[in-house]
Nanobody
Framework: QVQLVESGGGLVQPGGSLRLSCAAS????????MFWYRQAPGKEREWVAT???????HYFESAKGRFTISRDNAKATVYLQMNSLKPEDTAVYYC?????????WGQGTQVTVSS
């Protein structure tokens, strides 16, 4: 059974940092690209970052220069380092991987940026 378990969310002041983790199991982690998405209240879920199996990275415009996605294949874990956080970053953050047309999601972790 595929499992994606996010952790590391919480409450942080504007300008602060958080590191999210996603522990994966049930598939050959090192073979797949991994993704982070987020969903804010009243908004559609949006893509944030991607890391390929060879550690090539891509970011949505809102994340560029502030967020860093990385992976540790030995631990089957993908990370999202978030710096210079803004209130607009408040959302539930989800780990994701894709098998063709199918999407697999974690349960999400809440990030709240507030003064």
């Amino acid at each position: 059974q595929v499992q994606l378990v996010e952790s590391g969310g919480g409450l942080v002041q504007p300008g602060g940092s958080l590191r999210l983790s996603c522990a994966a199991s049930g598939f050959t982690f090192s073979t797949y690209a991994m993704f982070w998405y987020r969903q804010a209240p009243g908004k559609e879920r949006e893509w944030v970052a991607t890391i390929s199996s060879s550690s090539m990275t891509h970011y949505f415009e809102s994340a560029k220069g502030r967020f860093t996605i990385s992976r540790d294949n030995a631990k089957a874990t993908v990370y999202l380092q978030m710096n210079s956080l803004k209130p607009e970053d408040t959302a539930v953050y989800y780990c994701n991987y894709k098998v063709g047309r199918d999407n697999y999601w974690g349960q999400g972790t809440q990030v709240t940026v507030s003064s």
